[in-house]
């Protein structure tokens, strides 16, 4: 009998090992979660929204975020695979939508990653010039003083860090992603367990959310541009679903995760907002 050749994506099929456990994945959506968004958009916004608006608009956030979580779940669960939303839309319409989706995931995803390591750049730039060392804010680089060179270059080579840190494999991605997250929410539980501590020192705290120009200074309206301003910092829990094909038991343990994540870091964000106000 004379063989039939059968086509080069049913001969050869990649796939990658499922390493990762509810604990790592869950991880991973937690520290794409908690980024610069939380650091550097939290006064901004409560300048718009005001200190309960800023409470509003991360609660609402995380419902909004939810609701896109679901389907997320659903399919993640259904398909665990990698890609994501690029292998889903694929599957489900013309092959062009597939593409047209991919490249604006990419898009989306650099977009938050630039923002990410730019603020990165900028708090790590403060910091070294809190001990004393100077850039030479004199000197003059393609119309950039030697603070903004300073912080582009931190951006670039933290970058290029997770770069080679992703390419290198999941267990390494994984294992790195659990420490910084880990250290992340420890951060931001001192922040916050020393901000309670700081309240119950001042009898009037409550006074800090009604002070003029008032709990909501501009409306409806500024919580809405609050919530605008801060949704970038729910981007990243896709991530796992995106991570499906390294997932174990991923029918259960992505929606577990995504979940699980959102969860966290709605609890982490609102508490951050509280003591902040």
Same mark, same amino acid.
């Given at each position: 009998?004379? #063989?039939?050749?059968?086509?080069?994506?049913?001969?050869?099929?990649?796939?990658?090992?499922? @390493?990762? &456990? %509810?604990? /790592?994945? +869950?991880?991973?959506?937690?520290?794409?979660?908690?980024?610069?968004?939380?650091? @550097?958009?939290?006064?901004?916004?409560?300048?718009?929204?005001?200190? !309960? &608006?800023? %409470?509003?608009?991360?609660?609402?956030?995380?419902?909004? +975020? #939810?609701? +896109?979580?679901? +389907?997320?779940?659903?399919?993640?669960?259904?398909? *665990?695979?990698?890609?994501?939303?690029?292998?889903?839309?694929?599957?489900?319409?013309?092959?062009?939508?597939?593409?047209?989706?991919?490249?604006?995931?990419?898009?989306?995803?650099?977009?938050?990653? #630039?923002?990410?390591?730019?603020?990165?750049?900028?708090?790590?730039?403060?910091?070294?010039?809190?001990?004393?060392? =100077?850039?030479? /804010?004199?000197?003059?680089?393609? &119309?950039?003083?030697?603070?903004?060179?300073?912080?582009?270059?931190?951006?670039?080579?933290?970058?290029? @860090?997770?770069?080679?840190?992703?390419?290198?494999?999941? #267990?390494?991605?994984? %294992?790195?992603?659990?420490?910084?997250?880990?250290?992340?929410?420890?951060?931001?539980?001192?922040? !916050?367990?020393?901000?309670?501590?700081?309240?119950?020192?001042? *009898?009037?705290?409550? /006074?800090?959310? %009604?002070? /003029?120009? &008032?709990?909501?200074?501009?409306?409806?309206?500024?919580?809405?541009?609050?919530?605008?301003?801060?949704? !970038?910092?729910?981007?990243?829990?896709?991530?796992?679903?995106?991570?499906?094909?390294?997932?174990? =038991?991923?029918?259960?343990?992505?929606?577990?995760?995504?979940?699980?994540?959102?969860?966290?870091?709605?609890?982490?964000?609102?508490?951050?907002?509280?003591?902040?106000?």
């Amino acid at each position: 009998m004379e #063989s039939i050749a059968q086509p080069t994506s049913q001969r050869f099929q990649v796939s990658l090992s499922r @390493g990762l &456990g %509810l604990f /790592d994945v +869950t991880m991973i959506g937690v520290g794409a979660m908690i980024g610069a968004g939380i650091f @550097g958009l939290t006064g901004i916004a409560a300048g718009e929204a005001g200190p !309960v &608006g800023l %409470l509003l608009a991360f609660f609402l956030n995380g419902v909004v +975020t #939810s609701l +896109t979580g679901l +389907t997320y779940a659903e399919l993640g669960a259904a398909y *665990p695979q990698a890609g994501g939303g690029y292998a889903w839309v694929k599957e489900g319409l013309a092959r062009i939508f597939g593409f047209y989706a991919g490249w604006i995931s990419w898009f989306s995803h650099s977009v938050a990653c #630039s923002l990410y390591a730019v603020l990165f750049g900028t708090f790590f730039a403060e910091l070294i010039e809190m001990a004393g060392i =100077s850039f030479g /804010d004199e000197v003059i680089i393609f &119309g950039l003083n030697g603070e903004q060179v300073a912080v582009k270059a931190f951006a670039v080579l933290v970058a290029l @860090g997770f770069v080679i840190i992703n390419v290198r494999g999941s #267990s390494e991605t994984g %294992l790195v992603g659990n420490i910084i997250t880990g250290f992340k929410v420890v951060v931001l539980g001192l922040l !916050v367990l020393f901000g309670l501590k700081a309240m119950l020192n001042i *009898p009037n705290w409550a /006074d800090n959310f %009604l002070r /003029d120009p &008032g709990p909501l200074p501009h409306g409806i309206g500024g919580v809405i541009l609050g919530m605008g301003l801060t949704f !970038v910092a729910f981007e990243g829990y896709e991530i796992i679903a995106q991570s499906g094909e390294e997932v174990k =038991s991923p029918e259960r343990n992505v929606p577990r995760a995504i979940f699980l994540a959102i969860g966290i870091v709605v609890v982490v964000y609102l508490a951050v907002a509280f003591v902040s106000v």
